[in-house]
């Protein structure tokens, strides 16, 4: 393990970081909040420790798959731990475990909260707390499209037997090039709903932060009432869109950009993806519509959105689920853990995983009718690699074991049956609200303090696919 | 596929059937409750049917795993069929759907009963109800440790491995002599529980009853309180012990009474197995004693009780655990899916395959580190092949989608979360007893119709080993 290359590096990111601190400050002038002090002295800090880590260690060649997984699970920590610091010196959230929570929840693009009233903070906070999606949301799909293959982890190396997309074989020669594709279409993207949302009659302000929740599959909102509060169709498709958009394979995206129309429709995830969006939103309409709305254009806006918004990953809300009858919280519950496309910002297992999985159960019964017959797992044309396959096998029964965990963990700390499986699940995968007490109404502050600490760390394995993290706990690999 | 065989098989099965139905008339003179004429007719009509279509069908050499996997699913459909006829007759459950689902339960030894005054049955009918587990688990020690290694399916192919035991490589010419070893030893333990339980108080019909429900973990009783109705330690502690002894692999039991007397410390699954009863013990223990019992002996007693009927798939009662915490119920229902060892009478995933899944969780993190290095998955000093390991995976992922399936089904027929969680993890794993609606002091009478046949199916997959009636649904099962 080269100690010295891996620190090195997460210096340079938090010198990012105190970059990206910066730039809140606009928005506390223009409000005049008064919070930009907080704000520059985090970004000092910030930027004062990443310099002197850069400085003291040096960059060795070769980084090795070893060094790869520490810098993301390192990355991730470090910048939530920095992160925080505005909301603590504003004192927007004076408790270091809140705030770190919140921070976690950013980066990791889960966008649970521990606030009460979002809309008492000052507009630089708030800016900045949305912020903390949109480069989560930048680091997942560098992580997902360029550094994961390399690392040997599973969701993206099914994709690339799908769709050759601009996907490195190796992270140092090309990654910068990939990144500089990737978010050059982050960008692009984020800025088109910046635009829509603002002809919606949001201002600047809202436009942004409401984009850097959508886009980065976060969920933080600047109002209590989420996106709920505008009672606007058009505001409400126009995310459902952006929604959609931020749960697909950016690889997909690029392709579109470069003029491959039908590069969507090529990929079988992508299908698979959208054919989910619509059995739900059938299961969940025919009851939404019978016992809520009464009104079909409604019922369809309402549950379009919960079903996108909790399938994404996003966590966005304009209805009160748990109003909803069993079936419908039980079907969007599922969803949960489906989440979004590989090399999309979305969390959850990924649609591909599921899709391989089913796609594995179909061999085995084969297999057990034609024992002799070896036939590799196929997803449209491609056969799958083995090892591959197992990857994803042993994804899902790790994913499994952790929820059993986790709710395990929470029960112990008192609270109900809702409230635990909500809790876990809104975490692993990455969306926010969930069930019972932390429902689309509540926020985790009630949380006990230890239990805000497991839901960080779910929220930190589910965003780095599991392994990434687990992987560091394994004593083989800190071994020579 | 040999029709014809089939049916001929099933024939001779029936007239089995029917003389297991004339036993319980025994019961029904001694204690003069008039119900010997139902089962007699019974018994005529299951003898009538099954020696027609064995004598108009004949047997051709040579099955194939192709005719084993529609002998065992609909050897244990028409046992279940013809098995109603006594309650259905009787008058005891007038309801065809009611009277299926609790013969369905006796047979696949779950446990789950339509019944609200258990007490109120005639003896020979209840003597019946608890001797169809009986028979059940016959089925199911031949099913496992003889047919199911032919049929080429998970469980047993990884014991084999580790004990070699008594264990048939082709159906046919093995089959007979092994069923006969461990139905010798499964009729011995019996025998011995018969006087124990006879020595604790119980009288011999209710000794035989609970002895038959406990050998198969099944869990019927001839008591509404099931075995907490005795308020005996004696008692409590007779049942753990054979309750634990069912859930043990029978081959190893086969091997102790040849004289190895250390064969089951030397199997890993075995040790596995102790060592999930005690932490779920003390897990639920520190709950149980701080909130309830206030005394050692006695929380011992009931949480042992109710640890070691859930994980064995038992399903018998001695406590209310819906009253404990949700921590305790949640350990709980985690132990209904791990369920006793392979090659035991007990249901749920089993813990030999639980075992494997986590091995394998251990090799893909290996893999990722070392990603060059091909080790097999090892369980002690066996390597496991590829194959099962796939095919474990394969059940696990089959079980999982069916448990979610089963939940969808029962939340769209108006059930609880808690109710549909406990219903359909009761019933696919075979225990019984479940949460909510259908918990330890509730019944299955409640559950809408079609609910109880989906209930019922589940019963069915879940002792089946999911795959043997999955495959039944295969289109190309059926082809040529």
Not at 29 to 54: K, N, R, W
Not at 371 to 383: C, D, F, L, T
């Amino acid at each position: 393990m080269h100690f010295s290359s891996v620190i090195h590096i997460l210096g340079l990111l938090l010198m990012f970081l105190a970059i990206a601190m910066l730039l809140p400050i606009a928005f506390s002038f223009y409000y005049g909040d008064g919070d930009y002090q907080a704000l520059l002295i985090s970004a000092g800090i910030t930027l004062v420790f990443g310099f002197v880590t850069y400085k003291v260690t040096r960059f060795a060649q070769d980084l090795r798959p070893k060094e790869g997984f520490a810098i993301v699970t390192f990355g991730w920590l470090s910048f939530s731990l920095f992160g925080c610091l505005p909301f603590l010196l504003s004192g927007a959230i004076p408790s270091f475990t809140d705030a770190f929570f919140e921070t976690m929840s950013g980066f990791t693009t889960t966008g649970a909260s521990i606030l009460s009233d979002i809309e008492e903070l000052p507009h630089g906070i708030l800016f900045w707390r949305s912020l903390t999606h949109w480069i989560g949301g930048m680091g997942i799909i560098v992580l997902s499209l360029a550094i994961l293959p390399f690392l040997g982890i599973g969701g993206m190396q099914l994709f690339k037997a799908e769709v050759p997309g601009p996907v490195a074989d190796k992270l140092t020669p090309r990654i910068t090039e990939t990144a500089k594709i990737l978010w050059g279409v982050y960008v692009l993207i984020s800025a088109a709903e910046v635009v829509l949302l603002w002809l919606g009659g949001m201002d600047l302000f809202e436009s942004l932060c409401h984009t850097f929740g959508t886009m980065a599959t976060g969920g933080f909102s600047t109002r209590n009432a989420s996106i709920g509060s505008y009672g606007s169709a058009y505001i409400d498709y126009v995310v459902i869109f952006f929604m959609i958009l931020a749960g697909t394979n950016f690889a997909l995206h690029y392709r579109f950009i470069k003029g491959d129309f039908r590069a969507y429709f090529r990929s079988q995830e992508f299908l698979f993806f959208l054919s989910i969006i619509g059995i739900a939103a059938v299961i969940i309409g025919i009851d939404t519509f019978s016992h809520h709305y009464k009104d079909v254009p409604l019922t369809l806006q309402k549950t379009l959105f919960q079903v996108v918004a909790l399938l994404t990953t996003t966590g966005y809300g304009t209805a009160d689920y748990e109003q909803w009858s069993f079936t419908s919280q039980f079907v969007l519950f599922v969803l949960m853990f489906l989440g979004g496309c590989a090399g999309s910002t979305g969390g959850g297992m990924k649609i591909m995983r599921i899709h391989l999985l089913v796609k594995f159960v179909f061999s085995e019964i084969t297999r057990l009718l034609h024992p002799h017959a070896v036939k590799p797992v196929r997803i449209g044309p491609n056969a799958i690699p083995r090892d591959v396959v197992s990857n994803v096998l042993g994804f899902f029964i790790t994913f499994m074991l952790l929820f059993i965990l986790g709710v395990l963990v929470m029960s112990a700390l008192g609270l109900d049956m809702a409230t635990s499986f909500g809790a876990v699940a809104a975490t692993i995968n990455n969306i926010g609200p969930g069930l019972g007490g932390v429902g689309p109404t509540d926020n985790y502050a009630g949380i006990p303090l230890v239990g805000k600490w497991v839901l960080a760390f779910l929220m930190l394995v589910g965003r780095l696919e599991v392994f990434t993290v687990i992987i560091l706990f394994s004593p083989s690999y800190w071994r020579k």
